[in-house]
Structures are given as C-alpha cells and as structure tokens.
C-alpha cells in the first residue's frame, strides 16, 4: 500500500512545532539554574505537606490516646459519676489542654473542664473553659449551646443575672431548634423569677411552653404561668 501523501499544512504543523520545541530547550539551557530552583522549591513544598499531614495525624493520635486515658482515670475514681474524682478530673483533662492545645481531644477535655468546675463551685474556671471551647468550637458543633449554657448556669450561680440572661439569650438567639430554645426561655424566665420581675418570668415562661412539645414539661409550665398570674 503506497504511503499517504504529505500535504504543505502538515509540513507548516511539523515546523511549527520543532521551532517551539527548539524554543523550549534553548529557554531551558538559558534559565537553567532557575529551573532547578523552582524544581527544588516544589519539591520542598511537597515534603513540608507530607510532613504536616503525617505530623498532624500523629498529633492527634496522641492526643486522643491521652484524653481516653484521662477518662478512664476518671471513670475508675468514680465510677458512679458521684463527682468525688474532681481534682483528678481537673488534672487529667488539663494535661490534654495543655499537652494538645489545637487537637479535637483538647475541645472534648475543655468542655468537660467546664461541667467539672462548675461542679466543684469554681464558677470563674467553669465560665473561662467554656468560653475557651466557644472560642475554638465549628458553628455546627453541638456542645457549644451546653457550653453557652453552662455559662449562663454559672453566672446565675454567681448571682450575675444579667450576664447569665445574655448567655442564655444567645442560646435562643442562634436559632438551635425548639429543644434547645425552649430550654434557654425556661433559663431566662427562672433567672427573670429570682429577679422577682414575675411579669418578665411570666413572659419567658409562655415562650417556653410554645417550644415545648413534652406533654410532663408543658403541664408544669403551665402550673409556672399560673402560679406566677
């Protein structure tokens, strides 16, 4: 079979494409050394990703391994969650926080510091943990409306009630469904209550019972409102 002929266009795409091939190697003779920089450079980049990755999966690891290890300690000094382990809950969850500071089991170890202070009456530790978490909590992270509540369980403890009406204000505030926002009006109308202003407390007592959908919490609710009017 006889070869198919070559016609001038496929002459004028062959050169074409020597002339920039030729482009090509004259540039890299020319800029030679700056071709190994900029190679040596990705590559650099390239192993400090590596690194990162490797490095932040082991970070961690570790720190998971520690704050399970802290729970355990905890759970075997009180096993019945009676609260008698606090000053080894206090030391073991703070060594993650203060071991892993940026690592996931370091948030989980500052959210139980919060419940674990309050517990012990240090309101002061319990509100300044609990915002650390806040602080460092993803928005779609459920814990973070316990932890604006503990604060605010913590300033009412304190007898702070204005702050704790704002932290639990900023509980209904986000939106959270109406669980968590029921919970937050029922907050509010009982710190309303010791404040003695009975007709705010009335107020927040008849938003809850709108957010409430457990038939118990609503007939007691209700007996509130009525106790209250």
Excluded: H, W
Excluded at 5 to 31: G, S
Excluded at 88 to 93: G, L, N, Q, R, S
Excluded at 221 to 226: G, S, T
């Amino acid at each position: 079979m006889a070869a198919a002929k070559m016609d001038k266009r496929d002459l004028v795409q062959t050169d074409v494409f020597q002339e920039t091939f030729a482009e090509i190697l004259d540039y890299a003779r020319e800029n030679r050394q700056k071709l190994y920089a900029a190679a040596g450079v990705l590559a650099l980049v390239i192993v400090l990703a590596a690194g990162y990755f490797f490095y932040s999966a082991s970070y961690e690891k570790d720190a998971g391994k520690l704050y399970f290890e802290a729970r355990l300690k905890v759970m075997k000094a009180d096993p019945m969650g009676m609260g008698l382990a606090m000053n080894e809950a206090i030391k073991t969850y703070s060594d993650v926080v203060e071991k892993y500071p940026s690592s996931d089991a370091a948030q989980a170890a500052r959210y139980e510091l919060g419940s674990v202070y309050f517990d012990a009456g240090e309101y002061d530790r319990s509100i300044q943990v609990y915002a650390a978490f806040i602080d460092k909590a993803s928005k779609k992270d459920l814990r973070m409306l316990y932890a604006r509540v503990g604060i605010g369980y913590a300033y009412e403890a304190k007898k702070e009630y204005d702050k704790a009406l704002d932290a639990f204000s900023k509980v209904t505030e986000s939106n959270p469904g109406n669980v968590f926002e029921g919970l937050g009006y029922r907050n509010m109308a009982r710190v309303y209550e010791e404040m003695n202003d009975l007709g705010k407390a009335t107020e927040y007592y008849k938003k809850a019972l709108e957010k409430t959908k457990d038939p118990a919490a609503s007939s007691l609710l209700k007996r509130k409102i009525a106790q209250l009017g």
